[in-house]
């Protein structure tokens, strides 16, 4: 008689083809959340002084921009 051969896997390569699917979207947001970090870090980084520009320029007394950019 012939032998059959089982369709399920044993040992590790059974164990670990289940969970891939967790790895995989782990992977995916941590890359994504890498990403957008990085993203945030820029936009902060050249946002933060024109958009006190910005607030300044739209205050109650209406200073100019030469009042807001002087140290004194």
Same mark, same amino acid.
């Given at each position: 008689m012939?032998? %059959?051969?089982s369709s399920k896997g044993k040992g590790k390569a059974a164990r670990g083809s289940r969970g891939s699917?967790? %790895?995989w979207t782990? %992977?995916?947001v941590k890359e994504w959340s890498t990403w957008?970090?990085?993203k945030a870090k820029v936009i902060t980084h050249y946002g933060f002084i024109?958009?006190?520009i910005?607030?300044?320029m739209n205050s109650k007394p209406?200073?100019?921009l030469s009042q807001?950019?002087?140290p004194v």
């Open positions: 012939a032998s %059959r051969v699917g967790g %790895r782990g %992977r995916c957008a970090m990085k024109p958009l006190i910005i607030i300044g209406k200073p100019q807001l950019l002087s």
